[in-house]
């Protein structure tokens, strides 16, 4: 099984490697803590009271994630949960030695892995409530004995366990929304607190990836992102300007909506030569 379990995109975008990424020059954004862990059991509560009411029929409609099954979809929900488990159990790194935004760009090494482990868990554990509870309760327990700053070494690098939680927020309300999509009516609502911590990282990543501060990109009411070379704004209206909605931005970053698409859809507004992001997206593949 895979060591790390990380977020899933549909196979035809091509990754994007941590390796090839610029360093963040800026100061990295804070999370707060207490609030992060809150949204993590938050979210997965959710997604838990809505798979118990899943019929088997259900289970086996297809996602829009490369041949997964609805069941496979919640099999991949636990299992990115279970990374922190297995994560905690492996040695701590002697220091941390990434930021938590550059996990946005480690997310595709392992994809093969991923989905074999995905797809032998899902034919596992055919009572997928009991798995899920489990989870809840182990998590929980971990949670509780392991300080924020106990330093974990996942696939991105070495980061302590409160930045980690942080990723699992973009874990958990990508694929809520990807079980959202396969299930006409489930409407598994989204935690605040766990799409404004998803929408933050994914908009720093997009600033990491491409550094400037020619284009304001807003994704009101969580995250304001300064990005791309150019002239930089500095009071007044900027010139370049980017505006969406948070879910919309999330699917923008993983590849679930393509930039030309929401455009035209006006799901995001954007005016200025450097305005368009089409070829920066998405973030995660």
């Excluded at 300080?147 to 690098?157: C, D, E, H």
């Excluded at 704004?233 to 919309?248: I, K, M, S, W």
């Excluded at 679930?256 to 954007?270: C, H, I, M, P, Y």
Aim: some cysteine; hydrophobic content about 45%.
């Amino acid at each position: 099984m895979a060591q790390t379990y990380e977020s899933r995109s549909p196979p035809a975008t091509a990754p994007h490697r941590l390796t090839s990424m610029p360093p963040s020059r800026k100061r990295p954004r804070a999370y707060d803590p207490a609030r992060t862990r809150a949204a993590v059991l938050a979210q997965f509560g959710h997604v838990r009271e809505a798979v118990d009411g899943l019929r088997a029929e259900q289970l086996d409609r297809p996602t829009r994630l490369g041949g997964w099954s609805v069941r496979e979809l919640v099999a991949h929900l636990g299992m990115a949960l279970t990374a922190v488990h297995r994560a905690l159990e492996r040695p701590a790194p002697p220091k941390p030695d990434v930021q938590v935004v550059e996990w946005a760009f480690a997310t595709a090494a392992s994809a093969a892995a991923i989905d074999d482990s995905t797809r032998a868990l899902a034919a596992g554990r055919p009572d997928l409530g009991a798995y899920l509870a489990d989870i809840d309760t182990t998590l929980r327990a971990l949670l509780a004995a392991h300080p924020g700053g106990r330093l974990l070494q996942t696939a991105a690098g070495a980061l302590p366990l409160d930045d980690y939680l942080v990723t699992r927020t973009v874990e958990l309300v990508v694929h809520t929304d990807d079980l959202n999509a396969a299930v006409p009516g489930l409407d598994v609502p989204l935690d605040r607190q766990a799409l404004a911590a998803a929408t933050r990282l994914l908009a720093d990543a997009l600033a990491v990836k491409a550094p400037g501060g020619a284009t304001e990109v807003r994704v009101p009411p969580y995250a304001v992102v300064q990005c791309v070379e150019g002239p930089r704004h500095t009071r007044g209206t900027p010139p370049n300007v980017v505006e969406t909605d948070p879910l919309t931005w999330i699917r923008l970053a993983t590849g679930r909506l393509a930039w030309t698409d929401a455009v035209a859809e006006a799901k995001v507004s954007a005016s200025g030569e450097r305005a368009g992001l089409g070829e920066l997206l998405p973030l995660l593949a």
